[in-house]
């Protein structure tokens, strides 16, 4: 969708690792990770989204990228893992 922007939660499928980001387009951006283009996402590729939300405005979803990344965040994200296990 033109004009929409993602948050996206990613998650590791070989470590316990996971990366927050903001897109505009979550395929291309799923591909560049698991296609070793970023420093810290090469290391523990391949990559899945297990959570995606839409935005409107860039400056929601880098508000809401923000808030994901912080330690209030980080709680909240703890339970999407558990969902998704």
Not at 34 to 52: C, E, G, M, Q
Not at 53 to 76: H, N, Q
């Amino acid at each position: 969708m033109v004009g929409m922007f993602t948050v996206y939660v990613l998650k590791s499928k070989v470590a316990p690792k996971s990366y927050v980001g903001a897109t505009n387009n979550l395929e291309r951006r799923l591909h560049e990770h698991n296609d070793l283009k970023h420093a810290y996402t090469k290391r523990y590729a391949p990559w899945k989204v297990i959570y995606s939300e839409d935005f409107e405005t860039w400056s929601e979803a880098r508000s809401y990228e923000k808030f994901l990344k912080s330690t209030t965040g980080r709680r909240a994200l703890k339970k999407i893992f558990k969902a998704v296990e």
